[in-house]
């Protein structure tokens, strides 16, 4: 194995791009990291 760096890369199933990871900074989820895609806000597709 060659991995020296390890990118957990999620790919965004609807329009391809890749996901970046957000946290959410205020509300009663804040603090709580997911996953949004790159074309936000015109694709709106979120992973947990
Ligand atoms: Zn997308």
Same mark, same amino acid.
């Given at each position: 194995?060659?991995?020296a $760096?390890v990118h957990?890369q !999620?790919? /965004? %199933? !609807? /329009?391809?791009k %890749?996901? #970046?990871?957000?946290? #959410? !900074? +205020? &509300? +009663?989820?804040? &603090?709580h $990291?997911f996953w &949004? /895609?790159s +074309?936000?806000p015109k694709c709106r /597709?979120?992973?947990d």
């Amino acid at each position: 194995m060659d991995e020296a $760096e390890v990118h957990t890369q !999620k790919i /965004c %199933p !609807k /329009c391809g791009k %890749p996901m #970046v990871l957000r946290t #959410v !900074k +205020s &509300g +009663s989820n804040a &603090g709580h $990291e997911f996953w &949004g /895609c790159s +074309s936000f806000p015109k694709c709106r /597709c979120i992973l947990d």
